[in-house]
């Protein structure tokens, strides 16, 4: 092999290379200065949205006195049922209820200053669709959420709660 070529195969070699480290380094780049996330994922609001839950409410679905819980209650307005007992769909009272628990959580927790509760139906090709939405407050600070899913017919119902600290 002659001079001429190796030398011309050496620098291809080389010009690959180079090619390869700027992609490389284009690619680190673009994934670098994406944006963060607003929200950051809590184990605190996760076990908040447990809480809430789990509360008891005073809505009898099937019969009084057995009363159902929120996530009982969320599985229901998607549903379409109403409480028996207090001749009021399960929706309106479900939103009531979050309003008020979540008013308390504020009083009580004096870093959250505004929440965002969202109740969705994602179905099996991951398409969502809004079921319920309470918000109060105003935010003014960083966004902290956690989100359970609940199984539904045909895909999952996702409870997600998010919060705003002040601080």
Same mark, same amino acid.
């Given at each position: ?8 195969? @050496? ?5 690959? $290379?180079?090619?390869? *480290? !700027? $992609? ?5 780049? *673009? ?11 809590s184990v605190e609001v996760?076990?908040? #949205? ?8 005073? +809505?009898?679905? *099937?019969? @009084? ?7 009982? /209650?969320?599985?229901? +307005?998607?549903?379409?049922?109403? +409480? ?9 009272? /479900?939103?009531?209820?979050? $309003?008020?628990?979540?008013?308390? #959580?504020?009083?009580? @927790?004096?870093? $959250?200053? %505004? ?11 991951d398409v969502e669709e809004? !079921? /319920?939405? !309470?918000?109060?407050?105003? +935010?003014?600070?960083? *966004?902290?959420? %956690?989100? !359970? ?19």
């Amino acid at each position: 092999m002659s001079e001429k070529n190796k030398g011309q195969q @050496e620098m291809v070699g080389f010009v690959l $290379i180079v090619v390869l *480290v !700027v $992609i490389a380094l284009l690619v680190f780049i *673009v994934i670098s200065v994406r944006k963060a996330p607003d929200e950051k994922q809590s184990v605190e609001v996760e076990n908040m #949205l447990n809480a809430v839950l789990d509360y008891t409410t005073d +809505c009898a679905i *099937v019969f @009084e006195p057995q009363f159902d819980s929120v996530e009982d /209650l969320v599985k229901s +307005c998607y549903g379409g049922d109403g +409480c028996d007992n207090l001749n009021e769909m399960a929706c309106d009272y /479900l939103n009531e209820t979050l $309003i008020d628990i979540m008013g308390d #959580l504020m009083r009580s @927790e004096s870093v $959250i200053n %505004a929440y965002q509760f969202d109740i969705l139906f994602r179905d099996d090709a991951d398409v969502e669709e809004d !079921v /319920l939405k !309470v918000v109060g407050g105003n +935010c003014t600070g960083g *966004v902290t959420g %956690a989100s !359970v899913p609940l199984a539904a017919g045909g895909g999952d119902l996702v409870v997600r709660l998010r919060v705003c600290n002040d601080v």
